[in-house]
T-cell receptor, first 115, second 113 residues
């Protein structure tokens, strides 16, 4: 089974701090994704990456950046955290070879609170 | 552009009763359709997917979904639910060529004893 591991389950940060959320997958998947989950809004795509050092903006990239230096690791960076970034963050991975029919494999999420 | 509408935000149901969670989508291109389940304090896991072929798709834990192209729907059903089915369920679509999966807002299923 694919395992997607997010380094923290809970984080509390102060407004203006730089925040790093880390995600590692162990199944050699090419695609990696960061979603944000908010009640009533479902999951919204922040950024995704289809290869090392490649990144693409999702639907809500403002205030975020990403880094993918190794195939198995995809980091989400909040350059200057704000209270409206308080949310659940979910990392996912998938196989590129299957295209759009490749299901996503998710980590357990990081609940970030910005005070 | 694609979009997904889950018609019910919450569905309460008694144990052993049947349940249907509704999902409609819109897209100008061919899509793949998915249902994911999220148990409390966990990430999402795949319940079932429709890629092509038979419009009735069977998934894990006794769930099934029917793809209806004319009504652009992909409703999820289970003939008899258990307490352990209490979770949030997400309908999702992805286009056949891209990387992006679009999710609905989710339906919270409460199974009562």
């Amino acid at each position: 089974d694919v395992k997607v591991t997010q380094s923290s389950r809970y984080l509390v940060k102060r407004t203006g701090e730089k925040v790093f959320l880390e995600c590692v997958q162990d199944m050699d998947h090419e695609n990696m994704f960061w979603y944000r989950q908010d009640p009533g809004l479902g999951l919204r795509l922040i950024y995704f990456s289809y290869d090392v050092k490649m990144k693409e903006k999702g639907d809500i990239p403002e205030g975020y950046s990403v880094s993918r230096e190794k195939k198995e690791r995809f980091s989400l960076i909040l350059e200057s955290a704000s209270t409206n970034q308080t949310s659940m963050y979910l990392c996912a991975s998938s196989l590129r070879a299957m295209g759009g029919n490749s299901p996503l494999h998710f980590g357990n999420g990081t609940r970030l609170t910005v005070t | 552009a694609q979009s997904v509408t889950q018609l019910d935000s919450q569905v309460p149901v008694f144990e052993e009763a049947p349940v249907e969670l509704r999902c409609n989508y819109s897209s100008s291109v061919s899509v793949y359709l998915f249902w994911y389940v999220q148990y409390p304090n966990q990430g999402l896991q795949l319940l079932l997917k429709y890629l092509s072929g038979s419009t009735l798709v069977k998934g894990i834990n006794g769930f099934e979904a029917e793809f209806n192209k004319s009504q652009t729907s992909f409703h999820l059903r289970k003939p008899s639910v258990h307490i352990s089915d209490t979770a949030e369920y997400f309908c999702a679509v992805s286009d056949t060529g891209g990387f992006k999966t679009i999710f609905g807002a989710g339906t919270r299923l409460f199974v009562k004893a």
